[in-house]
């Protein structure tokens, strides 16, 4: 046990949550309706909603994204394979990486929880699909999800939609007309974005910035920053800005007494709680378990299992873009419209990797890069933007990436941030079967644009693929403590008073988008963390 | 699933001299401010000979504040506005006279020189002009031209030219806009 470093004048709380984001939102807001006292300790500052067409305003005009923090609070690097680009894809703030995302909700497939029981790949998940259907629902609920139930390879819902769905784009038509010849279903997207007034959430109004600039200038799509003003105005939840959780201290029992964070004014400040909930995605929850070692936990606080920071993944994108005869209208909207989950699960996951295929609203270039990539000016450039724009349609696959114990998020053993703690060091890369999956996707996306009619077919990616800024594993739950960090109740094994939700504890990644099953997971926690308490 | 992905051959081939002729590279160690009345004054003829249709008061206003914004902001692009001035100036067959108070056949005659036009899809068009310019032109053309013409076509001007009245960043009066096909721009407009 660590020797406490500084003492609270704060009342011990029920419950501390580190992270301010969709799943500490979450269950802050949901114990707190419980009776529970709670502290949200968020490494970022609070961004006023009210303002955001600002922010918007700005970024069109400077480029630079509103969301980025100070460097040294948000340092790391990189030690694999590929550079992993964190800094793009996640925002310390109050709503985390809601501020800036596609509000893109899906459910997992059900299969999805079972790739070692019905692929012989990776592992199980500790709870089911079926367990997890009614949280779904709730989380659904929860986000305000607009959708169709028309999906047919979606596994089955109890629920409907909060909303209906955004109806398809102009140039849906050509690629969902492809889709079908080649016999693959296209169907409608859920968002956690209003097609109607919800809740007091304006109704999109095709600001087109959703995706491009990741700013909704009228907040008509979810951000968690709903659950944490919902949780304050119970009287019972402090949230405690620009507070960089440091490490965990123990009691004599081998329960977390305390969480040390730093501000600005001061390097150590405490919480005493009964329970913690460590909410910081999937990199920043692993570094503080990391950051926690002590003489009983010399590899890391609940990392008995060596598992702390292992199994880092993502989402890799594959694009292929086509070109058509006549123009799909592009940049209308911010995001797409309609896709297939014809390969989400198909009968070859033992050796390819499962993956979405989306159609971009917003592909190819809009008429300022026209004008910039071309030698044109004058009517010559006004002709060739004219009949340039709008023809390029593009096919954005989405792939799995299974769980490798090499993919890691470490304490980098030099590089250190403002308060001296070391950085997280990131090793990332793409195995074998993840690339099948890439190449899997990128030749069904080339038949679906031939089968178009669309020519001049290319590749957008120098290296093929992007990312997803989908960072999932580092925390993996199982039954097993010799094999996970956390149990089915998100409970680690090493400590009976320390709660993981996010990503971080999913087992494997799917190739559908995390957020939802983040949701249902937390909701699912909050009813479970009262008994432990 | 389908056959295995492999990336067409024209693909794998697109290997462009871009890779053995290094493009210019904006200098950031030069200083921000403010170009001069002057200065800007040239800027946006060169802008009015890029884009006719931004011969209005709005559209000369709309790039004055663009370049005053950029310059202020974006460090060494006024040491890159001003290299272009400098160029127009001094390039062309009557370079004797300051580019702004050339007739209007010479300064087309003079930008024709600097920045000879190919369209996007030319290779041959774009090869020749990035082996048969001076340096200067082609710093030019990559900062202070692509600046001009990225201002204008992100602009409501610029949407307007591909018939759009909405775009990423304005807001649509019906929502479902995004859902219909537009009717072609009139060739006058763009």
Known sequence: MSAPAVASSRPIADVCVIGAGLAGGLVAHALARQGRSVVVLEAGPRFNPATRHLLLAELLRSGASPWAGPVERDRFTNAGEIPYPLNDYRVKGVGGTTLHWTAYTPRLHEHDFALQTRYGMAVDWPVTYVELEPFYGDAESALGVSGNVDNPYASFRSTGYAMPAFPPSVGDAALTAACERLGMTTHSVPYARSTTRWEGRSPCRAFGTCASHQICPISAQYTAETHIARAEATGRVEVITGAIARRFELDTGGRIRAVIYGTSATPEAVVSARVFVLAAHAVESARLLLLSASSRHPDGLGNSSGLVGRHLMEHPLWAVHGRLRSSTFPFRIGFHTRETHHFCDHPHRARVGAFRLAFPNQPGPRPEDIARDSGAWGDGLAQEVRETFGRVVSVHGFSEQLPDPAHTVTLDPTVVDGFGDPVPRLTWGLSAYDRAAGRAAMTEAVRILEAAGADDISFPFADRFSFCGHQIGTLRMGDDPDASVVNRQLVCHDVPNLVAVGSSVFPTSSALNPSLTIAALALRAATHIPTIL | ?190
């Open chain 2, 1 to 190: 699933m389908g056959a295995t992905f492999r990336a067409p051959l024209r693909d794998q081939a697109r290997v462009t001299w871009k890779r053995w002729l290094p493009a210019p590279v904006l200098d950031s160690t030069t200083p921000t401010g403010r170009p001069s009345e002057a200065e800007l004054d040239t800027l946006a003829a060169l802008t009015a000979l890029l884009l006719p249709s931004t011969a209005s008061q709005a559209s000369r206003d709309l790039v004055h504040r663009h370049i005053i914004d950029q310059a202020a902001r974006v460090p060494g692009l006024l040491a890159e506005y001003r290299r272009a001035v400098r160029l127009l100036d001094t390039s062309g067959v009557q370079a004797r006279l300051p580019f702004t108070a050339r007739p209007a056949h010479a300064q087309l005659a003079t930008l024709r020189a600097l920045f000879p036009p190919y369209a996007a899809a030319d290779r041959v068009g774009r090869l020749r002009a990035d082996l048969f310019v001076t340096g200067g032109a082609r710093a030019a053309r990559d900062f202070v031209v692509a600046d001009l013409l990225g201002a204008f076509y992100r602009s409501r001007q610029g949407w307007a030219t591909v018939g759009y009245s909405h775009y990423p960043g304005v807001g649509a009066a019906d929502p479902l806009d995004y859902t219909r096909v537009l009717e072609p721009v009139p060739e006058h407009i763009a």
